[in-house]
């Protein structure tokens, strides 16, 4: 059974930083790109940042120079240390996963963060 398990959302002002975390189970994570997307109410889940197998990073506009994506792969574990928290932040983000060879892909349940300006 396949697990993406989200955690480190909360509450934080503008300006603050949080580390989101999504441990895997069930894949075979280091063959796995690893992504980080957000959606709010009303709008298209978005993708936020993401990293391949070989620790290559991709960001969306909105959060470069802000957000960093790493994976441990040891631990089975991508993060996304977000710095500089905006209002316009505030979104649930998800964990996902997408297996390099075979296109499959799989979602965390989400978890909320939320910028208070």
């Known amino acids: 059974q396949v697990q993406l398990v989200e955690s480190g959302g909360g509450l934080v002002q503008s300006g603050g930083s949080l580390r989101l975390s999504c441990a895997a189970s069930?894949?075979?994570?280091?063959?796995?790109?690893m992504s980080w997307y957000r959606q709010t109410p009303g709008k298209q889940r978005e993708l936020v940042a993401a990293?391949?197998?070989?620790?290559?990073?991709s960001y969306a506009d909105s959060v470069k120079g802000r957000f960093t994506i790493s994976r441990d792969n040891p631990k089975n574990t991508v993060y996304l240390q977000m710095s500089s928290l905006k209002p316009e932040d505030t979104a649930v983000y998800y964990c996902?996963?997408?297996?390099?060879?075979?296109?499959?892909?799989?979602w965390g349940q989400g978890t909320q963060v939320t910028v208070s300006s």
């Open positions: 069930g894949i075979i994570f280091s063959i796995n790109t």
């Open positions: 996902n996963s997408r297996n390099a060879n075979t296109g499959r892909e799989y």
């Open positions: 990293i391949t197998t070989f620790g290559y990073t």
